[in-house]
């Protein structure tokens, strides 16, 4: 689905952005000042990577849309299904709504498609309620295999396929279009993460290629430059909607 740039105020495009803290010196203060940042924000989830802040985040998300965010497998992906399943199943009980999970890109890379899928499917069903998506780190991935994960994730009924956990070299527009055209005709949509400086124009322009959301530390940031990216004419300039009759 293509966003309507025309008619987007900050608010709106703050439901195209997952605002994610990573580091591992965050403290419970930190974690509960960002939540706060991220519902200031319009934010569509506010994640970690784990899910030891899952019932602080919980507490403060109470009571506003956003969806409560966990990672599972984070960030390498090389443990086994059944401790993946576990995570997912733990972190949902704690409260999340949401959850990311690495894909083991040694094992696509293998070429052992059957045990991937069943792999994508048993997150799949340990997840329950929560929306799933699956990390496969494009960036160490040739555009064969991103096309490949991208079709096991959609096979899995996943909801989104997830460019990269945010820890490595970040991805190209061409990864991003090989993703987005893969899965242009399934339900599953596509995130982007690991989006590298600088970090505004990076991200408005893939969602301009067909990403429907964003991964970033850096949300805030990305969603204050609606007005400059408008200014230099890389999105259209804003419309007030016309009333229905």
């Known amino acids: 689905m293509m966003i309507d740039w025309k008619h987007m105020t900050k608010h709106d495009l703050g439901k195209h952005f997952d605002y994610a803290i990573l580091p591992k010196d965050t403290t419970e203060d930190v974690i509960r000042k960002e939540c706060q940042k991220a519902i200031e924000y319009n934010c569509k989830a506010f994640c970690f990577s784990s899910s030891y802040w899952t019932k602080v985040v919980a507490e403060e998300l109470k009571g506003t849309d956003l969806l409560v965010g966990a990672a599972v497998g984070f960030p390498f992906g090389q443990q086994t299904s059944a401790v993946k399943c576990f995570e997912a199943e733990e972190a949902v009980r704690m409260g999340a709504t949401v959850l990311d999970c690495c894909m083991n890109v040694g094992a696509l890379k293998d070429k052992k498609y059957d045990q991937v899928l069943q792999e994508f499917k048993d997150f799949k069903k340990a997840s329950g309620p929560a929306m799933t998506k699956m990390i496969i780190e494009a960036e160490m991935l040739t555009d064969e295999e991103i096309a490949t994960a991208c079709k096991l994730i959609a096979k899995a ?56 959301l964003i991964g970033s530390r850096a949300a805030p940031e990305i969603i204050d430059a609606l007005d400059t990216m408008r200014k230099i004419g890389m999105i259209p300039a804003y419309e007030e909607p016309s009333e229905s009759k």
């Open 157 to 212: 009924d996943i909801d989104w396929a997830k460019s990269s956990s945010g820890q490595y070299n970040g991805m190209t527009m061409e990864q991003v279009l090989v993703m987005v055209n893969t899965l242009k005709d399934s339900k599953t949509k596509v995130k982007v993460s690991g989006v590298k400086y600088p970090r505004p124009q990076n991200a408005y322009a893939f969602l301009l290629a067909g990403a429907e």
